[in-house]
């Protein structure tokens, strides 16, 4: 299978699509999307990268799965197509993004708007399968996106990575913190923001502020 990716991305990604891991991936992405309803269509699988090309990447979001639920993945983590109902880890962004910056909260889920200004919008596993949570996990997606992750800290310079709940954290280990700015907090979802590990992280003003001192255009949030 040739993977239609943007090619920026192509050039740092060819060898890892090249590996017998990778191949093994494709055959069984193919087989669970020809035997069983999976998310995203496959022409979105690589979203993020699509809209993000490597060498525009200012700020990196590191989500876990697709969702699952029919309509809401299209490639890009916490986002949705236009029309389809927030997901509750979405609005609490919006929520944290409303207090944070002042402003109002968006009508739409469509995160596409962050991806074309250099929000890599990127789910450590890029495919699921309907309504079953984490089944396309430990297949050789997480093996492909911590070698995305290595190669924007290795290969760029003064990134923004948001890291949200354990998951993220742990995918983020690779990151060479003295030539990028790294946030944690709790994970967005209910359960965690309810805690009281989500709100007043202020992630997206210090995003902003990080960026505006390296003489870069911050993100309209």
């Not at 040739?2 to 991936?25: A, G, H």
């Not at 990151?175 to 359960?191: A, Q």
């Amino acid at each position: 299978m040739t993977v239609k990716i943007e090619p920026s991305w192509l050039v740092q990604l060819k060898e890892e699509f090249e590996k017998p891991y990778f191949k093994d991936l494709v055959n069984f992405v193919k087989t669970e999307y020809q035997s069983n309803t999976c998310y995203p269509p496959g022409s979105q699988i690589f979203s993020a990268f699509n809209h993000t090309p490597f060498s525009q990447v200012k700020v990196v979001i590191i989500g876990q799965d697709p969702y699952h639920g029919p309509g809401q993945a299209h490639g890009l983590c916490f986002s949705v197509p236009e029309g389809i109902a927030q997901p509750p880890s979405l609005q609490n962004i919006f929520k944290e993004i409303a207090s944070d910056l002042n402003l109002p909260i968006p009508v739409s889920g469509n995160l596409e708007r962050w991806a074309d200004q250099g929000v890599l919008l990127l789910n450590a596993t890029l495919t699921v399968r309907a309504h079953q949570a984490g089944s396309h996990q430990n297949k050789g997606w997480e093996q492909f996106t911590d070698t995305v992750i290595s190669k924007l800290s290795e290969g760029r310079e003064e990134l923004v990575f948001l890291l949200w709940g354990g998951y993220a954290k742990k995918k983020g280990s690779v990151i060479n913190r003295e030539k990028h700015l790294v946030l944690t907090s709790g994970h967005p979802s209910p359960l965690s923001a309810n805690r009281g590990l989500w709100f007043g992280n202020k992630h997206f003003s210090k995003s902003n502020k990080y960026l505006s001192n390296k003489g870069l255009k911050g993100i309209n949030w």
